[in-house]
């Protein structure tokens, strides 16, 4: 059974373009989480999505940062423009909404130059 | 404010010793914890679970403790193996299934 896949897997960009992350969680897994890693603040949560509703998205850092999920197999997180503060790993997790754990995907390692 | 630690960042055990890694929380209304376990260039790996009702639960050579009065747990991995060198996430909720705070990681390392 396939995980969460998230692509790219790596991504290297200049400062001021558009970045867009892409995940699929698992089917019929019904939450779907973004995550950011950094050295400085560990793993946090930026915004999470109940049956494609977005929950809560008070963890996105600035408008700059923006999710979407369209349909319950695909999510988008975008920053519009990118900064090299941006640069981190973001992880994408989901979930059945029971008592199983979230299962996350490999990563997209963001640089930002 | 960090509402979940984990004070230390790397912990050195012996292959086939004991390993005990520990979590503080500050938040009451977390009553569902969790352990993931993470290696370089890979998402985190769920390893096991508890929730508040309990204060231990055990799985192969992986047991959680659950101390609610001192807002704490740890995981215990005996034997200790190499494969087990990672890095250890601790994680609450309130609820299963809803948003994790996660604690800033411990590093194993289990030398052969």
């Known amino acids: 059974d396939a995980g969460v896949i998230q692509s790219p897997r790596h991504e290297v960009t200049e400062m001021g373009q558009e970045v867009t992350l892409r995940c699929k969680p698992i089917?019929?897994?019904?939450?779907l989480f973004w995550y950011r890693q950094t050295m400085m603040r560990g793993l946090e949560l930026l915004i999470y999505?109940?049956?494609?509703?977005?929950?809560?998205d008070s963890g996105m850092p600035e408008d700059r940062f923006s999710a979407k999920m369209p349909n319950a197999s695909f999510s988008t997180l975008k920053i519009q423009p990118s900064e090299p503060r941006d640069s981190a790993v973001y992880f994408c997790?989901?979930?059945?909404?029971?008592?199983?754990?979230?299962?996350f995907g490999d990563g997209t390692r963001l640089s930002i130059l | 404010d960090q509402q979940v630690k984990q004070n230390s960042p790397s912990l050195s055990v012996q292959e086939g010793r004991i390993s005990i890694l520990n979590c503080d929380y500050t938040?009451?209304?977390?009553?569902?914890f969790l352990w993931y376990k993470k290696y370089p260039a890979e998402g985190p790996t769920f390893l096991i679970s508890?929730?508040?009702?309990?204060d231990k639960n055990e799985d192969g050579r992986f047991t959680v403790f659950l101390n609610k009065s001192a807002k704490h747990l740890s995981l215990h991995i005996v034997p200790s193996q190499p494969g087990d060198s990672a890095v250890y996430f601790c994680?609450?909720?309130?609820?299963?299934?809803?948003?994790?705070?996660f604690g800033g990681g411990t590093r194993l390392m289990v030398k052969p």
């Open positions: 997790a989901s979930t059945d909404g029971s008592r199983e754990a979230q299962h």
């Open positions: 089917s019929g897994h019904n939450s």
């Open positions: 999505f109940n049956n494609n509703v977005p929950i809560d």
């Open positions: 938040n009451s209304m977390f009553d569902y």
């Open positions: 508890i929730s508040s009702i309990k």
């Open positions: 994680a609450a909720s309130v609820g299963a299934g809803n948003m994790l705070t």
